[in-house]
Protein backbone atom coordinates (compact mmCIF):
# COMPACT_ATOMS: atom_id res chain seq x y z
CA UNK A 1 0.00 0.00 0.00
CA UNK A 2 1.43 3.43 -0.88
CA UNK A 3 1.59 5.92 1.96
CA UNK A 4 0.41 9.01 2.79
CA UNK A 5 2.52 11.73 0.60
CA UNK A 6 2.45 9.28 -2.49
CA UNK A 7 -1.47 10.19 -2.74
CA UNK A 8 -0.84 13.63 -1.64
CA UNK A 9 1.57 14.01 -4.49
CA UNK A 10 -0.92 12.11 -6.97
CA UNK A 11 -3.71 14.63 -5.54
CA UNK A 12 -1.87 17.46 -5.95
CA UNK A 13 -1.32 16.57 -9.73
CA UNK A 14 -5.00 16.08 -10.00
CA UNK A 15 -5.28 19.64 -8.91
CA UNK A 16 -3.11 20.59 -11.40
CA UNK A 17 -4.64 18.66 -14.12
CA UNK A 18 -8.00 20.58 -13.37
CA UNK A 19 -6.87 23.93 -13.05
CA UNK A 20 -5.43 23.38 -16.34
CA UNK A 21 -9.01 22.71 -17.32
CA UNK A 22 -10.27 25.92 -16.44
CA UNK A 23 -8.85 28.01 -18.96
CA UNK A 24 -9.28 25.52 -21.75
CA UNK A 25 -13.12 25.35 -20.83
CA UNK A 26 -13.11 29.10 -20.83
CA UNK A 27 -11.20 29.54 -24.08
CA UNK A 28 -13.83 27.01 -25.79
CA UNK A 29 -16.62 28.64 -23.74
CA UNK A 30 -16.03 31.81 -25.53
CA UNK A 31 -15.92 30.93 -28.72
CA UNK A 32 -19.30 29.28 -28.27
CA UNK A 33 -20.10 33.10 -26.69
CA UNK A 34 -18.97 34.65 -30.46
CA UNK A 35 -20.80 31.78 -32.05
CA UNK A 36 -24.27 32.05 -30.28
CA UNK A 37 -23.62 35.93 -29.23
CA UNK A 38 -24.21 35.66 -25.80
CA UNK A 39 -22.41 34.66 -22.50
CA UNK A 40 -25.62 33.81 -20.97
CA UNK A 41 -26.74 31.38 -23.76
CA UNK A 42 -23.12 29.90 -23.71
CA UNK A 43 -22.94 29.07 -20.36
CA UNK A 44 -26.05 27.64 -20.66
CA UNK A 45 -25.55 25.25 -23.15
CA UNK A 46 -21.88 24.64 -20.93
CA UNK A 47 -24.20 23.57 -18.06
CA UNK A 48 -26.62 21.34 -20.21
CA UNK A 49 -24.08 19.10 -21.60
CA UNK A 50 -22.25 19.10 -18.34
CA UNK A 51 -25.42 18.33 -16.87
CA UNK A 52 -26.12 15.21 -19.43
CA UNK A 53 -22.49 14.08 -18.93
CA UNK A 54 -23.32 14.12 -14.97
CA UNK A 55 -26.64 11.87 -15.67
CA UNK A 56 -24.29 9.37 -17.81
CA UNK A 57 -21.85 9.02 -14.82
CA UNK A 58 -24.29 8.60 -12.54
CA UNK A 59 -25.88 5.65 -14.58
CA UNK A 60 -22.81 4.33 -15.88
CA UNK A 61 -20.53 3.89 -12.52
CA UNK A 62 -22.78 3.76 -9.82
CA UNK A 63 -25.52 1.98 -11.34
CA UNK A 64 -28.53 4.03 -10.30
CA UNK A 65 -31.13 6.16 -11.89
CA UNK A 66 -31.80 9.83 -9.77
CA UNK A 67 -34.88 9.96 -9.60
CA UNK A 68 -36.88 6.99 -7.53
CA UNK A 69 -39.37 7.60 -4.68
CA UNK A 70 -36.66 6.64 -2.35
CA UNK A 71 -34.28 9.12 -3.71
CA UNK A 72 -36.77 12.30 -3.97
CA UNK A 73 -37.41 11.23 -0.40
CA UNK A 74 -33.86 10.88 1.08
CA UNK A 75 -33.62 14.54 -0.66
CA UNK A 76 -36.72 16.14 0.72
CA UNK A 77 -34.38 15.07 4.52
CA UNK A 78 -31.24 16.82 2.65
CA UNK A 79 -32.88 19.75 2.34
CA UNK A 80 -34.92 20.38 5.42
CA UNK A 81 -32.06 19.32 7.39
CA UNK A 82 -29.07 21.40 5.46
CA UNK A 83 -28.35 24.96 5.92
CA UNK A 84 -29.44 27.35 2.99
CA UNK A 85 -26.16 28.07 1.64
CA UNK A 86 -25.49 24.38 0.87
CA UNK A 87 -27.41 25.23 -2.11
CA UNK A 88 -25.85 27.56 -4.23
CA UNK A 89 -23.53 25.55 -5.83
CA UNK A 90 -24.88 25.66 -8.90
CA UNK A 91 -25.35 29.24 -8.65
CA UNK A 92 -21.59 30.38 -8.20
CA UNK A 93 -20.52 27.78 -11.28
CA UNK A 94 -23.25 30.42 -12.86
CA UNK A 95 -21.58 33.10 -12.16
CA UNK A 96 -18.27 31.70 -12.37
CA UNK A 97 -18.02 30.68 -15.59
CA UNK A 98 -20.30 33.11 -17.25
CA UNK A 99 -18.18 36.03 -15.88
CA UNK A 100 -14.76 34.03 -17.43
CA UNK A 101 -16.97 34.04 -20.76
CA UNK A 102 -17.36 37.74 -20.59
CA UNK A 103 -13.82 38.56 -19.04
CA UNK A 104 -11.57 36.31 -21.79
CA UNK A 105 -12.31 38.17 -24.84
CA UNK A 106 -12.31 41.62 -23.15
CA UNK A 107 -8.64 40.93 -20.97
CA UNK A 108 -7.12 37.78 -22.48
CA UNK A 109 -6.86 34.65 -20.96
CA UNK A 110 -3.98 35.15 -18.81
CA UNK A 111 -5.47 38.06 -16.75
CA UNK A 112 -9.04 36.13 -16.65
CA UNK A 113 -7.23 32.89 -15.30
CA UNK A 114 -4.71 34.77 -13.16
CA UNK A 115 -7.56 37.23 -11.73
CA UNK A 116 -9.89 34.06 -10.80
CA UNK A 117 -7.28 32.22 -8.98
CA UNK A 118 -6.50 35.12 -7.31
CA UNK A 119 -10.16 35.52 -5.95
CA UNK A 120 -10.03 32.10 -5.09
CA UNK A 121 -6.95 32.09 -3.36
CA UNK A 122 -8.38 35.30 -1.47
CA UNK A 123 -11.56 33.62 -0.15
CA UNK A 124 -10.35 30.38 0.40
CA UNK A 125 -7.89 31.79 3.11
CA UNK A 126 -10.67 33.37 4.61
CA UNK A 127 -12.63 29.74 4.70
CA UNK A 128 -9.88 28.03 6.02
CA UNK A 129 -9.23 30.83 8.78
CA UNK A 130 -13.28 31.05 10.10
CA UNK A 131 -13.62 27.27 8.91
CA UNK A 132 -16.73 28.35 6.94
CA UNK A 133 -18.54 25.67 5.33
CA UNK A 134 -17.17 22.67 7.78
CA UNK A 135 -13.52 22.97 6.39
CA UNK A 136 -10.95 22.50 9.30
CA UNK A 137 -9.41 26.21 10.45
CA UNK A 138 -6.40 27.04 9.17
CA UNK A 139 -5.30 30.11 10.40
CA UNK A 140 -4.09 33.73 8.43
CA UNK A 141 0.01 34.03 8.69
CA UNK A 142 2.02 36.25 7.15
CA UNK A 143 3.43 33.41 4.74
CA UNK A 144 0.06 33.29 3.21
CA UNK A 145 -0.51 36.83 3.46
CA UNK A 146 2.85 36.88 1.47
CA UNK A 147 1.81 34.59 -1.03
CA UNK A 148 -1.51 36.68 -1.90
CA UNK A 149 0.65 39.71 -2.21
CA UNK A 150 2.86 37.75 -4.48
CA UNK A 151 -0.39 36.98 -6.48
CA UNK A 152 -1.55 40.76 -7.01
CA UNK A 153 2.23 40.97 -8.26
CA UNK A 154 1.64 38.45 -10.90
CA UNK A 155 -1.77 40.00 -11.53
CA UNK A 156 0.22 43.71 -11.78
CA UNK A 157 3.50 41.99 -14.25
CA UNK A 158 0.42 39.95 -16.37
CA UNK A 159 -1.65 42.91 -17.08
CA UNK A 160 1.50 45.53 -17.55
CA UNK A 161 4.21 43.16 -19.86
Not at 24 to 52: C, H, K, W, Y
Not at 88 to 104: E, K
Not at 118 to 141: R, S
Amino acid sequence: MKNKSSYLILYMFLGLFAGMLSPIQTSINSELRSDVQSPLVASLISFSVGTIALFLLVSIIEHRRLFNTNILEKGRRVISENPWWLWIGGILGVVFVTSNIFLLPVIGAALTVVLALCGQMVIALIIDHFGWFGVPKHQINIQRIFGIILMVSGIFLIQHF
